[in-house]
């Protein structure tokens, strides 16, 4: 027979359990609301940026024998190395959010290993750093704290560095992976090669009206406006994945708060079955000492 002394335990434990994942589900719930404000704000300038990138390129295109030219477009001489920058968060909790990015970067690592291609990791996140660095891989560079705070100036700093390393022709490319924020029940994961950047999504862009530079000037305003288009894609790609971490956590506290409802109901049930039980074991112990007195 069930012991009542440890089922109504088990009730308290997993009713203190529900009310602390429906706790994390609200905190959840309030800090998604602020980033996905902040993400929206953020696309608006990343959208001002690219199409202020396209319009400079048609220009460049429209007036330049041979179209737009330079160190960020061209393919650098091949190293057969390429730096992955990953995402993930600093805390768990969150469903299958980091085992999402970890599962793309793996693929990514395979795929480049079957052309021979060396890859460079470069981990922004706890989790993704802990995983990769427990599999015995060496990581280049990585970082704790940005995922979960982000901040442009040490967004900059850290994807610079590979930025530099690809000006002075140490590596092929960059590529950018992260979990990214789809809506409150969804995410996605996103792919973004950073560099070289690829100038076929400037083909069939007019030049702007309200965008009158010279060709020479085009070219420098170009090159200034990559550095921040880059840094950009590096901090919206944080405030992204952040947006995304909130949403799988809200979802993740909500099903496990379901759950304990589910197993508390389950385990009341049980409780009652069992005190059922110990009653009428107890009357058929007292009708049993009655009839042996008779």
Known sequence: MANLKDIKRKIGSVKNTQKTTRAMKLVSTAKLRRTEEVAKRSRFFEDAINQTLSEIAASINQYKVGGIKGRY????????????????????????????????????????????????????????????????????????????????????????????????????????????????????????????????????SAPSSLIELEPDESEKVLESLINKYIEFNMYYALIDSLAAEHSARMQAMDAATKNAKEMVESLTISYNKARQESITTELIEIISGMEAMK
């Open 73 to 204: 477009f061209e393919k650098p001489k091949i190293q057969g190395v390429v730096d992955i920058v990953f995402i993930t968060a600093d805390k768990g909790l969150c469903g299958g959010f980091n085992y999402q990015t970890i599962k793309t970067v793996r693929n990514l690592l395979q795929e480049y290993e079957k052309k021979g291609t060396k890859v460079r990791l470069k981990a922004v996140g706890k989790k993704g750093i802990e995983f990769f660095s427990f599999q015995g891989y060496e990581l280049a560079d990585s970082v704790i704290g940005l995922s979960s705070s982000p901040d442009y100036k040490e967004a900059a700093t850290f994807i610079s560095r590979s930025v530099q390393d690809y000006l002075d022709e140490k590596i092929d490319g960059v590529v950018l992976v992260h979990n990214g924020y789809k809506n409150m029940i969804t995410q996605e994961i996103k792919v973004v090669h950073l560099l070289p950047i690829d100038t076929s999504k400037f083909e069939g």
